[in-house]
C-alpha cells in the first residue's frame, strides 16, 4: 500500500476495556469452554476482571435480547455472545440459530457498539467441542480478542 494512504488498525491492549458476556446455558459442557477461552483472552489481553460482566441466559434465543440490554449501558464498551446451537431432528436449530444472529447483529447495529457473535452453529456436538479449543482454536477465545480490536478501532476512528 501506497506510504500516503491513511491505515487505522484497532490495537489488542484491553486494559481499561468494560466488556460484558452473554453465556447461554444450553448445550453448558461446549459454551462453558468458549466461556473459558472467552475469559482466558480478554484478562491476557488487559481486561480487569473486575471490569468483566456475565450475564447468564437459558439458550441462544435469549442472548440477543439480553445483548441488546447490556449494549444500551454505558459502563459497556463491547457485548460478546456465547451460544452453541447444535442441530437436531426437527426445525428448531433453524430457528434459534436466526433469532441469534438476527438479534445480536440488531443490538450491534442499535447501540453502534461490538456485539460479538460468539454462538456456534454446528451439526454435531463432536463439531461444537472442536470449535471450543477441544480441536484447534477456541472461538470464545477469538470473540474476545476481535471485540478488544473493534473496540480500539472505533476508538480510533471518533
Ligand atoms: N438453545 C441453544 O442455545 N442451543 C440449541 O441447540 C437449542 N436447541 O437445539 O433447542 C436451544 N434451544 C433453546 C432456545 O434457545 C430457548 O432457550 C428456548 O426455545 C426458550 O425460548
Known sequence: MRS??????GSMDGTGQRVGVVLSRFNGLVTGQLYEGAEDAL????????????VHV??????????????ARDDI??????????RGET??????AAEA????GAA?????????????TTENVDQALQ?????????GAECAQTAIEAVNLLRALQ
Do not use: M, Q
Open 4 to 9: 500516503d494512504i491513511r491505515e487505522v488498525h
Open 43 to 54: 484478562i491476557r489481553h488487559g481486561v480487569s476482571p473486575s471490569d468483566i460482566t456475565v
Open 58 to 71: 437459558p439458550g441462544a434465543f435469549e442472548i440477543g435480547l439480553v445483548a441488546r440490554a447490556l449494549a
Open 77 to 86: 464498551d463491547a457485548v460478546i455472545c456465547l451460544g452453541a446451537v447444535i
Open 91 to 96: 426445525p428448531h436449530f433453524d430457528y434459534v
Open 101 to 104: 444472529a438476527k438479534s445480536i
Open 108 to 120: 450491534s447495529e442499535r447501540f453502534g457498539k461490538p456485539v460479538i457473535f460468539g454462538v456456534l
Open 131 to 139: 470449535r471450543a479449543g477441544v480441536k484447534g482454536g477456541n472461538k
